[in-house]
């Protein structure tokens, strides 16, 4: 069994900033995990987008308590490509938020063989530079 923890960022891609996904990227360096919310139809996405995919409308933002349950995942137990052939095993999670939005990400925390569908995460950021964190996904702690 492999404990999951927090990989290295080094190596590690880094998004690209753009009007866009600025906002989003900004809030994970302060800690905040975003989604967006439609103004005129309430329908919430993510991966951020210049329209709402439900109406067409301009998105706004929301701030979410960043907490999910598990609804899918996998475990990568090996990869050709650097830098995450140095991480191997991990676990990939498709994580419900509590607010509707599925978000990708790691989860860390546990052992890779302890990650379950609807089990409890609460969103981790790690820092990759000044501009953007990654959200990664530990077991909840209630």
Known sequence: MTKLSTPEMDGRPV????????PYWEATVQGELLVQECPACGGRQFYPRSICVACGDTPGWLTTGGKGVVHTFSVVRQSGAFPFNQWTPYA????ELDEGPRIMGTVIGCEVD????GMRVEVEFVPLNDEAALPFWRPAAT
């Open 114 to 117: 302890e990650v379950r569908i």
């Open 15 to 22: 998004p690209l900033l753009d009007a866009v996904t600025r």
């Open 92 to 95: 990939v999670a498709m994580v």
